[in-house]
């Protein structure tokens, strides 16, 4: 157990290393980063100063180096818009991301586990139907469509929910579910497979044979095998529900991680960028790591392995 | 002795009960399976849409009329004129959503095949492979599924300018680790069975073992997460579009539509609707199809 | 005689395939006395390990098995509901399965699995459910018992996984046993342990056992009554010592010259083999299903075949009174 997980984290880091790399190289990706800083307007003599004052002129591992050594005390650099540095402005918005990705992951699992469940007890019955409709809609549903009809709906023909803002908690209830409906599908239908598999595995048959009740059979013997799988699945769902954020606050204006990724994408800001394409990237191989960790801990042949 | 060998011979009675071919029942898994069908259907005549817009779309997609701006589709009380209605330059709604078949079909099937190429390479390689290479494409994957898609594509496509070339290549470059995933456990299966080992054993050239032994017994796989990643890229395209850094105007993209359609959503609402339930009839298609593809090839329903 | 613990009238098994109807099992019968065992023997997919599953309500949810008797302990099995039937499983009728790899849910200590079969049925405290498990492990001769129940499934081996599951069929001393090819997933030096440990156990508590298997060499070692299944009907049945040292169907007659037999089997002879293979079971069979290997057939064969009962405890089915081919029979 020891040893798979130094092993997980080994990779976690090399992982890490390889993601900041690349989100720091994206700043020279359209060349001469200096020009893009100073604008369009300004002299070469102007351009060459930025060069200058940002360290631009410096061979790019140097500035990688001083980049990360900075990245691994706190200092992701100063936003070009905002003139703040980049790590605070994050920490300021992340708050928002964080809540929106945890309730958005909590609506997915709350609905697609019984969902799966249910469909696997009862295979082509009315409820596997239903179940399987709302994965097969979920994955062919575009995102930013669906909080668009959810606005029009609920805002503006009903104007039962606020269409945008963060102030009260019913703000958060139409972006819950769109983010949230986009995790769905996958862990629906890994739940189902698992439980399909699991209730027909022969030791489900030896808890029948021992005259288990149908609900331990269920409940006990299948769910605890068939929700491993489920936990990675969730966590891995989970971080690219941070990333795919971004469309969602766009669309109900939440002020986010995402909408600021939105913002300085727009803006050109690119230390904010590569930050946050850090951050998102960071929070991805943690919530895997643990997941894995925590996967190898349920699972008996792992754990004493 | 003799009556014998006449009553051994198989008895016709018992004869008759023999099943379908293995080609008879697979064909009946085709045509029986309704979701495969269905997607195949819908996604033939987009398909053809897409091919034929010239011919079928009533206007020029680009042309603007500052005379008919915003009007209604035909079933709110528009004209024939404009069958879906207009949009805030005037240009036909219906001709735009018949050229955005074209952009969207366009990136998703190059998309998908230039990350198929790169995850199926990767995957096959390290599951044929194993050890180092295994190592390496397995980290590779780890890399790649730890950057969130929308935000570098997004990026990448903002610091190069958009256009539909970049935004394909972008895609294609971000969206090949399902293949490699798939690919390489499909290449572990296959590497393990009898008849590999066979064309080893007869001498058979790496090359040649991958090609003919490898390929064609996951090439069904392939087909089926070729389908998904389609569906994926256009979904991709359409939200890049709409947060106005993917497709630029005025080409006809169908997430260009939706964000253009945002501004007057709070009274014309169907500007928004009809655009995006075209992406989605679309997309569930691909998906259906995928979806049938995997059941109707997948293994344990060969009996 | 007593009235038998089992008794099975005209069992009918189909299942609902794509094609049509598989009639797996087609109208067998068979008595089971207390203390006795019944080999049920015959090849794969003859409807073997159907027929246990149907005795202990265990088919899968659309398969529905037919019968007009199927009586344990007076209690009919075709009109129990799930609840009657859950209180005789495992407590009354317990079962071990072929596969012992797969048979134990990894996700839980041997432990744990040994004493929820107690639990379930037995109003008792989870000390004594502990050690009974212990008491069941050292009888069905695992050694350190105690240690052993906090161990996972994944750390034993094959042959200490059955040994498991045969322990955890005895936790509540079932009146039936039935064991579907205990030994056939193991490794061959102990298959023999395994089976005459599960003998001597059933002999010990007086169970009543039905075991089934392909080996013909087990079943003349420890069966009391012998039926031969083909293909989904029982073609022969009777107590072992008639079947083995009479036997009357061709089939029957077949699978015995598979097997070496001291006294009978020439040094270095080449030992028997039936040609040919089951045939499909989809969409009915008339006549007798064994026709098309059988080297006695003829046209009669097609039609019902009768039961016959040439003596007390022994019944076959063949169009030939003695299972063999005469000038009369052949048309």
């Known amino acids: 157990m020891l040893n798979f997980i130094l092993k997980r984290l080994g990779l976690a880091i090399l992982v890490a290393f390889t993601v900041s790399l690349i989100s720091f190289s994206l700043m020279f990706l359209s060349g001469d980063p200096a020009a893009a800083l100073a604008g369009e307007t300004a002299s070469d003599q102007d351009v060459e100063a930025i060069r200058i004052l940002y360290g631009f002129d410096r061979p790019m591992m140097v500035q990688y180096w001083e980049w990360l050594s900075n990245a691994l005390m706190g200092d992701l650099g100063e936003s070009y818009y905002f003139k703040l540095p980049v790590s605070s402005l994050i920490a300021d918005r992340l708050q928002i991301t964080m809540l929106l990705g945890l309730c958005g992951i909590s609506f997915a699992l ?9 469909a696997a007890i009862r295979p082509n019955s009315i409820i596997d139907r239903v179940a399987l409709f709302l994965s097969v809609a979920g994955q062919a549903m575009p995102s930013f469509w669906f909080g668009l009809i959810l606005i029009v709906v609920f805002s503006i023909q009903l104007g039962w929910l606020p269409p945008s803002g963060t102030a009260t908690w019913r703000h958060f209830i139409m972006p819950t579910i769109v983010l949230g409906y986009y995790a769905m599908p996958a862990i629906m239908r890994l739940t189902r497979a698992g439980m399909l598999e699991v209730l027909s595995s022969e030791y489900i048959r030896t808890a029948r044979a021992k005259g288990a009740s149908e609900f331990t059979v269920l409940f006990k013997h299948a769910l605890r095998n068939a929700i491993i799988p489920v936990v990675s699945l969730a966590a891995v769902q989970m971080g690219f529900m941070l990333g795919g954020s971004i469309v969602v606050e766009s ?15 727009a803006r050109n800001d690119l230390p904010t960028v590569q930050a946050l394409i850090l951050v998102f990237s960071l929070f991805y191989i943690i919530f895997t790591f643990l997941s894995d960790v925590l996967n190898a801990w349920l699972d008996p042949r792992m754990r004493t392995g | 002795m003799s009556d014998l060998t006449t009553t051994m011979k198989p008895d016709p009675m018992l004869e008759a009960i023999v099943g379908p071919t293995p080609g008879q029942m697979l064909r009946k898994r085709i045509f029986g399976h309704q979701g495969l069908m269905i997607g195949v259907v ?14 079928l779309a009533p206007h020029d997609p680009y042309a603007q009329s500052l005379m008919a701006r915003m009007k209604p589709p035909v079933f709110l009380g528009g004209t ?8 805030h330059l005037g240009r036909d709604y219906l001709s735009r959503l018949i050229y955005g078949a074209r952009v969207s079909l366009l990136i998703g099937a190059v998309a998908a095949t230039i990350s198929g190429v790169i995850g199926t390479a990767m995957g096959v390689a390290a599951g044929y492979f194993g050890g180092k290479v295994d190592a390496v494409v397995t980290y590779l994957i780890n890399v790649r599924l730890a950057m969130p898609v929308v935000l570098v594509a997004l990026a990448v496509v903002a610091i190069l300018g958009g256009s539909l070339q970049v935004v394909i290549v972008v895609l294609g470059l971000l969206l ?14 296959v590497r393990g069975r009898e008849y590999v080992a066979a064309a080893k054993a007869v001498g058979c050239s790496t090359p040649r073992i991958l090609m003919s032994e490898i390929m064609p017994n996951i090439a069904n796989n392939l087909i089926v997460v070729m389908t998904l990643e389609m569906a994926h890229a256009i979904l991709l395209e359409a939200a890049l579009s709409f947060l106005g850094l993917g497709v630029q105007p005025p080409t006809p993209s169908w ?6 359609g945002k501004n007057m959503m709070l009274f014309e609402p169907w500007m928004v609707l009809i655009p995006g339930a075209v992406l989605f009839v679309l997309v569930l298609a691909i998906n259906l199809m995928g979806d049938g593809l995997r059941d109707v090839t997948a293994p344990e329903n060969r009996s | 005689m007593s009235t038998p613990l089992l ?24 008595d089971l006395n207390r203390g006795e065992t019944l080999c049920i023997v015959g090849e794969s997919g003859s409807g073997k390990s159907l027929t246990s599953l149907a005795l202990m309500g265990l088919l899968g949810g659309k398969i529905k098995p037919t019968a007009t008797q199927m009586e344990f302990d007076g209690i009919d099995l075709t009109k129990a509901n799930n609840r009657t039937m859950r209180t005789l499983r495992g407590d009354r009728m317990a079962m071990i399965f072929q596969e012992p790899m797969t048979s134990l849910n990894p996700a839980f200590t041997i432990g744990n699995q040994l004493m929820e079969a107690l639990l379930l049925h037995r109003n008792v405290g989870k000390e004594a459910a502990r050690a009974r498990a212990i008491e069941l492990l050292e009888k069905v001769g695992i050694t350190a018992a105690a240690s052993r129940l906090s161990q996972y499934p994944h750390q034993l081996s094959g042959g200490l996984r059955q040994r498991v599951m045969i322990a955890m069929a005895l936790m509540c001393e079932p009146e039936l046993i039935i064991a579907d090819e205990p030994t056939t997933a193991l490794d061959v030096t102990i298959q023999a342990q395994i089976l005459r440990l599960l003998v001597d156990l059933g002999r010990e508590m007086n169970m009543a056992m039905i075991l089934i298997t392909h080996d013909l060499g087990v079943v003349a070692r420890v069966a009391d009554k012998v039926a031969v299944m083909y293909a989904g009907e029982l073609v022969e049945t009777g107590s072992a010592k008639e079947v083995f040292n009479a036997p009357m169907h061709p089939y029957t007659r077949g699978l015995l010259r598979c097997i070496p037999q001291p006294g009978k089997t020439e040094r270095g002879a080449r030992l028997g083999t039936i040609p040919g293979i089951v045939p499909n079971l989809v969409g009915g069979i008339t006549g007798c299903p064994f026709r098309t290997r059988c080297d006695q057939a003829v046209e009669a064969c097609r039609t019902d075949i009768p039961h016959r009962n040439p003596v007390e405890n022994h ?12 000038a009369e029979t052949t048309v």
């Open chain 1, 251 to 265: 669309i109900f204006a939440l002020h986010g991680a995402g909408y600021l990724a939105w913002e300085s994408i």
């Open chain 3, 315 to 326: 019944r076959f089915r063949c169009v030939h009174e003695t299972g063999h081919r005469t």
């Open chain 3, 7 to 30: 008794s099975v009238k005209d069992l009918t098994i189909d299942i609902p395939v794509g094609g049509g109807t598989l009639n797996a099992v087609r109208g067998i019968d068979f």
């Open chain 2, 176 to 189: 090949w680790d399902r293949f490699a995933v798939v690919m390489r456990s499909s290449t572990l299966q």
């Open chain 2, 42 to 55: 819908v996604l033939a005549i987009l398909v053809l849409v897409a091919i034929f817009a010239p011919l």
């Open chain 2, 255 to 260: 997430g260009l539509m939706v964000s253009e």
């Open chain 1, 110 to 118: 709350l609905t697609a586990v019984p969902l799966g469940v249910a």
């Open chain 2, 80 to 87: 024939w004129e404009y069958p879906l209605g207009t949009d």
